[in-house]
T-cell receptor
C-alpha cells in the first residue's frame, strides 16, 4: 500500500556535521510537510511545499536548516552545521488536493547530535 | 496566530471504560479539526476529523464534538481497548478553496493514553 518513506530511520552524528534527511511522498500527492517532534515542543511545522514550491518555511531556523524538493518524488531537509539542540524526530508528511486534506506521515528520522 | 491547548497530558483508563480528551483553539477562523493517533515508534495517523459546519461526528467507538462558540472540541473513545494506547494529538487549521491558501495545521501538545487491561 502507498506510504511515505523516510531515510535514514536513525542518525547519530557529531556537532558541526552536516545531516541530510530524505523523504519520498506518496505518489500523486502534491503537498509535502516537514515536522520536528521533541518532548518539550511537541510537533512543530518546519516547512511545507506544494507542487514542489516552498509555501512556508517560517518554522525553520534559516541559518542552518534548508528544505528542498529536487523532484516530485524526493524532499530533503538539511542541517548544516548540526547542533545538539537539533536532536529530535523529524517527520515528513504528504497530502493531496488544493484544499487541506489528510496528512500521511512517514515513520520519522530519529536524529541524535552529540 | 493559532494556539491549540490540549488536556489532559496523560490519561489512564481501565479497559472498557471511556476516555475523553479536550482541546481549545484561539483563532475563530479555524474551520477544520483533525485528530491524530501516534503509536510508539511511528508517525501520527489521522483517525477522525470534523469541520466547523457540524457539531459532532462518529466513527465506531470514536466520536468528536465541536463547540464553535466556546472554541473547544473533544475526542471521545468508548469501550477502550489496549490497542487504543497511544499519544493523541488534536489540531486546528484554516481551510479555504483558494489555490494559494495557507493551510498550516497547528497541533496540540498531545495526550498520552494508557488503557490498562
Amino acid at each position: 500500500d502507498a506510504r511515505v518513506t523516510q531515510t535514514p530511520r536513525h542518525k547519530v552524528t557529531e556537532m558541526g556535521q552536516e545531516v541530510t534527511m530524505r523523504c519520498q511522498p506518496i505518489l500523486g500527492h502534491n503537498t509535502v510537510f516537514w515536522y520536528r517532534q521533541t518532548m518539550m515542543q511537541g510537533l512543530e511545522l518546519l516547512a511545507y511545499f506544494r507542487n514542489r514550491a516552498p509555501l512556508d518555511d517560517s518554522g525553520m531556523p534559516k541559518d542552518r536548516f534548508s528544505a528542498e524538493m529536487p523532484d516530485a518524488t524526493l524532499a530533503t531537509l538539511k542541517i548544516q552545521p548540526s547542533e545538539p539542540r537539533d536532536s529530535a524526530v523529524y517527520f515528513c508528511a504528504s497530502g493531496q488536493g488544493v484544499t487541506y486534506n489528510e496528512q500521511f506521515f512517514g515513520p520519522g528520522t530519529r536524529l541524535t547530535v552529540l | 496566530g493559532e494556539n491549540v491547548e490540549q488536556h489532559p497530558s496523560t490519561l489512564s483508563v481501565q479497559e472498557g471504560d471511556s476516555a475523553v480528551i479536550k482541546c481549545t483553539y484561539s483563532d475563530s477562523a479555524s474551520n477544520y479539526f483533525p485528530w491524530y493517533k501516534q503509536e510508539l515508534g511511528k508517525g501520527p495517523q489521522l483517525i477522525i476529523d470534523i469541520r466547523s459546519n457540524v457539531g459532532e461526528k462518529k466513527d465506531q467507538r470514536i466520536a468528536v464534538t465541536l463547540n464553535k462558540t466556546a472554541k473547544h472540541f473533544s475526542l471521545h473513545i468508548t469501550e477502550t481497548q489496549p490497542e487504543d494506547s497511544a499519544v493523541y494529538f488534536c489540531a486546528a487549521s484554516i481551510q479555504t478553496r483558494v489555490k494559494t491558501s495557507y493551510d498550516k495545521v497547528i497541533f496540540g501538545p498531545g495526550t498520552s493514553l494508557s488503557v490498562i487491561p
